[in-house]
């Protein structure tokens, strides 16, 4: 029998195929992460200061904006970090602390476009009954059933990564601590929490992207039978930043699914798209495309401006 000693640190190796681009990928990314912070915590802040965007939707699309505070900051502060010339390791539990609420935050913010995209459902198509629907008490419960789904994928993938004993090479030839960058360094047989990590992604994946699209199947046909031009435009304009922002966050990663052979850069490319840029886009959609939005931050400017 031979002796293994567990591993307590992981060498990050960054993204596949950028050697010598650090420097230029640190200015980018430190750009595009405070650009991200600084939008989203605007839209928060104009939420929470207006009193006339107290409603259902707003309230999901403030709780949106903090997690694509925390989203990015699970993976962008340790990057930033190394790619400015520190070191790359990572500590055992830090790794495992990374794929944990990377996995969670990602899932609770899926299960929450799921939720934005039933309110507008009911908002549009039973207009009359929407505040019966969407009570307070409805709200607070899909949203804390958003949270445990989310935490329940996190600690069944988390669990079945880091039960496996990792003792060989730690070197994770990625920019952050993903199931499939950290599988292969296990000492023995991963093959049963690759195929669990790849159900549970894949079937949570399919089950949110499937009650979106029946909301907005439902959604396209109540808006196709209002008669009036104005009425129709009124219909579509509060659905479209919410359509566009569910396209930008599960547009890259149905790219991963059609290529033939998987390519580690456009991978971590991908990656880079749902964690760092969609979480900044939403931020610059909802402010753009968003009258009530628009003119509350005006509002906030202006206090700014006084003050």
């Not at 992460?33 to 207006?50: D, E, H, K, P, Q």
């Not at 949270?147 to 496996?164: D, E, H, K, M, R």
């Not at 396209?247 to 798209?273: D, E, F, H, R, W």
Request: aromatic share 12%; glycine share 4%.
């Amino acid at each position: 029998m031979t002796n293994h000693t567990e591993l307590n640190e992981f060498i990050l190796l960054g993204i596949p195929q950028t050697q010598g681009l650090e420097t230029v990928l640190f200015f980018t990314f430190s750009f595009i992460y405070l650009f991200t912070l600084l939008g989203n915590l605007l839209i928060f802040t104009a939420i929470v200061s207006s009193s006339s965007l107290r409603t259902p939707m707003y309230i999901f699309l403030g709780l949106l904006s903090i997690f694509d505070m925390l989203f990015p900051s699970v993976t962008c502060p340790k990057m930033l970090f190394y790619l400015s010339g520190q070191s790359h390791a990572i500590s055992y539990k830090g790794c495992a602390a990374q794929l944990f609420f990377y996995h969670f935050l990602g899932s609770t913010e899926g299960c929450l476009y799921s939720v934005m995209a039933f309110d507008r459902f009911v908002a549009i198509c039973h207009p009359l009954r929407y505040m019966l629907i969407i009570r307070p008490k409805v709200c607070v419960s899909l949203v804390m059933a958003a949270w445990l789904v989310g935490c329940l994928q996190a600690t069944i993938l988390t669990s079945f990564t880091f039960q496996l004993t990792y003792c060989g090479p730690n070197q994770v030839n990625y920019f952050f601590c993903d199931i499939p960058a950290v599988l292969p360094l296990a000492c023995a047989d991963s093959s049963l929490a690759q195929k669990v990590s790849s159900i549970n992604v894949g079937f949570l994946a399919l089950i949110l992207l499937f009650s979106v699209c029946v909301s907005y199947i439902c959604i396209g046909i109540a808006i196709l039978r209002i008669r009036s031009a104005e009425g129709r435009q009124k219909a579509f304009s509060t659905c479209s930043a919410h359509l566009i922002a569910i396209l930008c966050a599960y547009g890259p990663v149905i790219m991963i699914y059609v290529q033939s052979t998987p390519n580690p850069l456009l991978g971590a490319v991908v990656q880079i798209l749902n964690n760092i840029i969609s979480p900044m886009l939403n931020s610059l959609i909802y402010s753009l495309r968003n009258r009530e939005v628009k003119q509350s931050l005006k509002r906030v400017f202006h206090s700014v401006v006084l003050f």
